[in-house]
């Protein structure tokens, strides 16, 4: 740990959330698909207590562990491949350390 350039530094743009009109993209991508499918297929009511559902329990868990909880559970428990191929400025979350 004496040698500096085995060190990462982490962005800080981690923890920012992109939005989408207003609000969170990993809460409402997900909502919209779910209805947008249901309704296709003529199930609207199911797809919007779905959405709604998702939408809802997504605010939920990010009122409870954060803004950012799921981009940082896929960072902590995604294999390494997902950190290199998808947050390509992070180091794998095995090759992080810690200074006391």
Same mark, same amino acid.
């Given at each position: 740990?004496? !040698? ?10 981690? !923890? !920012?959330?992109?939005?989408? +009109?207003? =609000?969170? #993209? ?7 698909? /779910? =209805?947008?499918?249901? /309704? *296709? *297929? ?13 939408? +809802? ?9 954060? #803004?950012?909880? +799921? ?10 491949? =997902?950190?290199?191929? /998808? +947050? ?13």
């Amino acid at each position: 740990m004496d !040698n500096p350039t085995q060190f990462f530094s982490i962005p800080k743009h981690l !923890n !920012n959330t992109p939005t989408l +009109l207003g =609000f969170a #993209m990993d809460e409402l991508v997900p909502a919209l698909v /779910f =209805f947008a499918v249901l /309704f *296709m *297929m003529d199930h609207a009511l199911i797809g919007m207590a779905l959405a709604s559902s998702w939408f +809802l329990g997504m605010r939920r868990m990010k009122s409870q562990y954060g #803004m950012c909880v +799921l981009r940082l559970t896929a960072y902590w428990y995604a294999p390494a491949e =997902f950190s290199a191929s /998808f +947050l390509k400025r992070t180091p794998a979350a095995c090759r992080r350390y810690w200074l006391r």
